[in-house]
């Protein structure tokens, strides 16, 4: 990843971006919308937001009734932030209760496929039109206004990785393609899908950096070009439908989970981020371990703190402890280093000063990809405050250093204790969202321990 201070391109209808619109009343501009979407042939918007057990959850509506779900949402039942993977609902939650799902339609984009659709991310309000406290996408809007309050700018990324399948028995899944790791031959293999995958993420607006074949069988990434915190994680979960449509399209079947079986190389999202102050990257130019500036180490040194709490949030999944393991590039020990990809924690830092960023390794296709940036930033921020330092640099491997580093937690249940003890979390979140996604990780936790490593990883293969 690199990283930048301009934006990605433009989305394809986004026409508040449009000279004039500014001006324009919240009707003529969805009218402006509605009329795009028709003449490109779009009769439907998915309008979507993330739950705390990472599955994406939409409400469809006409394209005629754009302005008033921007204005007023759709009904989703407040229960949904006690839901689990397999759609029951963890203890404490009622029937009762109802929020409005908002279109932004700054992000609204005409769809290659499915055709005669479109999609937009959703904020939720409460019925007096307030965010609702458990709005993931408004927690990392206010994450990230808070970093804008002390003078930072976060940009961030993800990179995807995905494995396809040939459709057939889903306890013997078989991967859709053979070829090494990063091996042209599986790339020309699959090289009408990927194209295709390419294609439509290009006229999705977001801007593909690198698409490659990986370890695992089967299995491939996609990183994307760094946003401010909100844009990347919408451009997480565009991504994550855009190649599901895709695959559809070509008779896969794509998985994000964190593991295809328990033995195998897993599928990680990793987070790339970088800090900037007045147009200038802070993780360049200063005297610290690899060039980072003071503010970037305080920051960087807050969230290497509160890893293990953050796991509850990015690897947070029951499976996705059978991915973290040590000595496969997943960052399973609690450590950072400079370019060191079995670190947790990896500061890259290219010839390019201007593309110096960190990435976190240890998290998976399972996160809300809005509840862990935010977490993450605000993380990073406790350090800024407490002036933090970093501790040295872990090289080599760490499984196999006489000096190992303490292992991340090695299960949910170790995670979710790590972050019921996190101060700065628990008070970033806010008691009604963290209620909520300790009661999701607590009750999912609780399933998994009836079942074996291969039914845990049968049953969360295709779920996010």
């Known amino acids: 990843m690199t990283s930048g201070t301009t934006a990605p391109a433009s989305r394809t209808t986004d026409a508040a971006a449009e000279p004039g619109t500014a001006e324009r009343t919240p009707d003529e501009q969805a009218a402006d919308h509605t009329r795009r979407l028709t003449a490109a042939g779009v009769h439907t ?51 009762d209760g109802d929020l409005r799902l908002r279109a932004d339609l700054t992000r609204l984009t005409a769809l290659t496929a499915p055709a005669g659709w479109a999609w937009a991310p959703g904020d939720r309000h409460e019925q007096s039109g307030e965010p609702a406290p458990t709005c993931q996408r408004s927690f990392l809007r206010r994450a990230a206004r808070r970093a804008a309050e002390r003078g930072l700018t976060v940009r961030a990324g993800f990179e995807t990785e995905w494995t396809v399948s040939l459709k057939g028995d889903p306890d013997e899944p078989r991967p859709a393609c053979g070829g090494p790791a990063y091996g042209m031959a599986r790339l020309l293999e699959m090289a009408g899908y990927l194209a295709e995958v390419h294609a439509a993420l290009d006229a999705h607006g977001v801007e593909v950096l690198q698409l490659h074949p990986e370890y695992a069988p089967g299995q491939f990434e996609v990183s994307t070009a760094p946003a401010d915190p909100v844009g990347a994680a919408d451009d997480a979960v565009l991504v994550r439908e855009t190649i599901r449509a895709v695959s559809q399209r070509h008779g896969l079947v794509p998985s994000f989970g964190p593991v295809v079986g328990p033995d195998e190389v897993g599928s990680g999202r990793h987070l790339h981020l970088s800090l900037w102050r007045d147009g200038h990257n802070l993780c360049a130019g200063g005297d610290g371990p690899g060039g980072m500036t003071g503010d970037c180490a305080a920051f960087l040194a807050g969230v290497l703190r509160e890893l293990p709490a953050l796991l509850a949030l990015g690897a947070p999944a029951p499976a996705s402890y059978l991915r973290l393991r040590p000595s496969r590039w997943a960052g399973a020990y609690h450590c950072w280093g400079v370019e060191n990809r079995e670190a947790a924690l990896r500061f890259v830092c290219p010839g390019d000063l201007t593309g110096a960023n960190a990435e976190l390794k ?41 000096d190992r580093p303490p292992r991340l937690p090695v299960s949910l249940a170790e995670s979710l204790d790590a972050l019921r003890g996190s101060a700065p979390l628990r008070a970033a979140l806010g008691e009604p969202l963290f209620a909520a996604v300790e009661a999701v990780r607590a009750a999912e936790d609780a399933q998994a321990a009836r079942l074996s490593p291969e039914r845990l990883a049968h049953t969360t293969r295709h779920r996010y």
């Open 362 to 402: 240890c998290f998976d296709g399972a996160a809300n990809p809005y509840l862990l940036v935010g977490a993450v930033i605000e993380a990073g921020l406790a350090g800024v405050a407490e002036h933090l330092t970093l501790p040295p640099p872990v090289t080599g491997d760490p499984h196999s250093r006489p």
């Open 45 to 95: 918007v998915a309008v979507t937001w993330v739950d705390n057990a990472g599955i994406t959850r939409v409400k469809a509506v006409p394209a005629r009734r754009l302005g008033q779900t921007a204005q007023h949402g759709v009904g989703f039942a407040a229960i949904f932030d006690r839901a689990l993977g397999d759609d029951s609902f963890a203890p404490g939650g009622t029937p």
